[in-house]
């Protein structure tokens, strides 16, 4: 991970994003297909107006792509808004078995930076620009922003990472891989820390949703084992719901990383955040945030009071490494 990983000309010359703009036609939005270069950079300002409105560049995780349901249902509450939304289409090259696909981190991010770069000279302010990452693309937002901060001495107003990826990345300086230092909000949807997300916080706040490592799950009345995937994936669902219902998804300060993954944090006096547009940054730190086992998941003023961690409570009975000769 820390060494040089390039791409070269015939596949940069491959990579594109997808510009969506807000239109008030069937689908709620028009789109096109750009590179994701200097001339691509040319054929999204010409389809976006960036200065009346937010823009919005999501990056999904690994193996997705710009036309899956997840990345689409990201992009509609902005859309709804009247944002900007530039999804990079990040399949064709992280195709490839996960290693290989977190050594592209970097370099993709790299260029994505730059493409901001041309973009702000085309007219994108980064007081009206937002980053959206998931799993893998939560450290490629990072490094795109990391690029964007070097060639401009400006940062992004927002980076969201949606679980942000942990393997491979663990062990990491914190200056390369998501970091409070790279926007001027930075924040984190915890909801798998020991699978495939980190465990260590990453932004000026941090939610850790019903202690960041299982998340519940019921269906017609039935338990259902909401493990890593389901509960790494949790994450963009959670982040969805939370833009539909900003005052929703209401978290309480927690004193450390221990307590939070337990949910000891409702010692008085209670301090309150909340997941989503209206997050408030000025309130820094890490935050409990419980959730019910269905949909819509959100519990409102009944998430500051105590509660058990519900159907999925046995997942936290683990046995001690310590009992375990090998």
Not at 261 to 271: H, S
Request: aromatic share 10%.
């Amino acid at each position: 991970m820390t060494k040089n990983t390039t791409l070269s000309e015939k596949t940069r010359k491959t990579l594109k994003v997808i510009a969506l703009r807000p239109s008030s036609g069937l689908m709620g939005s028009e789109e096109v297909s750009c590179p994701l270069s200097r001339r691509g950079a040319r054929c999204v300002a010409k389809h976006l107006d960036f200065k009346k409105r937010k823009t919005l560049v999501f990056v999904s995780g690994y193996l997705d792509a710009s036309f899956s349901p997840i990345c689409r249902a990201v992009a509609s509450p902005y859309l709804e808004r009247g944002t900007n939304v530039i999804i990079v289409e990040i399949y064709p090259i992280l195709h490839r078995t996960y290693p290989v696909a977190a050594r592209l981190t970097k370099p993709l991010g790299h260029i994505l930076g730059e493409f901001l770069v041309e973009l702000t000279r085309m007219g994108l302010t980064p007081h009206k620009l937002e980053l959206l990452g998931g799993s893998l693309g939560a450290h490629i937002a990072s490094y795109a922003a990391i690029r964007y901060h070097e060639l401009t001495h400006l940062k992004p107003a927002r980076l969201t990472g949606l679980d942000p990826a942990g393997p491979c990345f663990r062990r990491l300086p914190r200056s390369e891989r998501i970091n409070p230092e790279v926007a001027h909000q930075v924040d984190a949807v915890h909801t798998n820390i020991d699978g495939f997300g980190l465990p260590d916080p990453v932004g000026h706040v941090d939610f850790y949703i019903n202690g960041g490592e299982f998340q519940p799950a019921m269906e017609l009345n039935y338990l259902l084992p909401c493990l890593q995937l389901c509960s790494h994936v949790r994450a963009a669902i959670y982040w969805i719901i939370a833009n539909y219902e900003p005052d929703k998804f209401l978290a309480v300060h927690c004193s450390s990383l221990d307590n939070v993954r337990r949910g000891n944090c409702y010692q008085e006096p209670i301090y309150a955040n909340v997941l989503g547009p209206k997050t408030n940054f000025s309130m820094a730190g890490l935050y409990y945030l419980p959730t019910t086992e269905s949909y819509p998941f959100y519990l409102g003023e009944k998430g500051l009071k105590q509660r058990k961690f519900a159907a999925n409570n046995y997942l936290l009975n683990l046995t001690p490494d310590e009992d375990i000769v090998v």
